[in-house]
């Protein structure tokens, strides 16, 4: 029987900037004094962790602007544990632990939950006559 695991990403566990300059101490002064990591390591390390880092808060901001545009649009959500969708319009964005949420009918729903967004439809504006 095959088994199924979901990981969840923690907030406290998630490694921060002060979090990555300690590891780096601590190998800095527990490495092999007779061979000693080269400096250009160090420095290619904090590039990575600072790309990382510069990458997942884009990819943050890309979802609040796209949760941002939803808003007075039609949307189709499933319901966490409900098989059964849900249509209505979008009145806001909440933010919770940095994650954008579209309120729809009084309810916070994820971005993943919208399985349908309509188009929204702007009138033309009305002729004016001389």
């Not at 490495?31 to 510069?54: I, V």
């Not at 919770?96 to 504006?125: D, E, M």
Request: proline letters at 8%; aromatic letters at 4%; hydrophobic letters at 35%.
């Amino acid at each position: 029987m095959a088994s199924t695991s979901s990981t969840t990403a923690n907030p406290s566990q998630t490694l921060t900037q002060a979090n990555f300059l300690q590891l780096l101490v601590t190998q800095m002064t527990s490495q092999d004094p007779l061979s000693p990591q080269s400096d250009t390591e160090f420095a290619a390390q904090l590039a990575q962790f600072t790309a990382l880092q510069t990458a997942q808060t884009t990819q943050g901001n890309v979802a609040t602007l796209q949760a941002s545009q939803l808003i007075g649009s039609t949307v189709t959500v499933t319901p966490s544990g409900s098989t059964t969708n849900l249509t209505g319009t979008v009145s806001a964005v909440q933010m919770n632990a940095g994650t954008p949420y579209v309120v729809v009918n009084n309810t916070p729903y994820g971005l993943n939950q919208i399985v349908n967004i309509a188009p929204t439809i702007t009138p033309a504006p009305s002729p004016t006559t001389p």
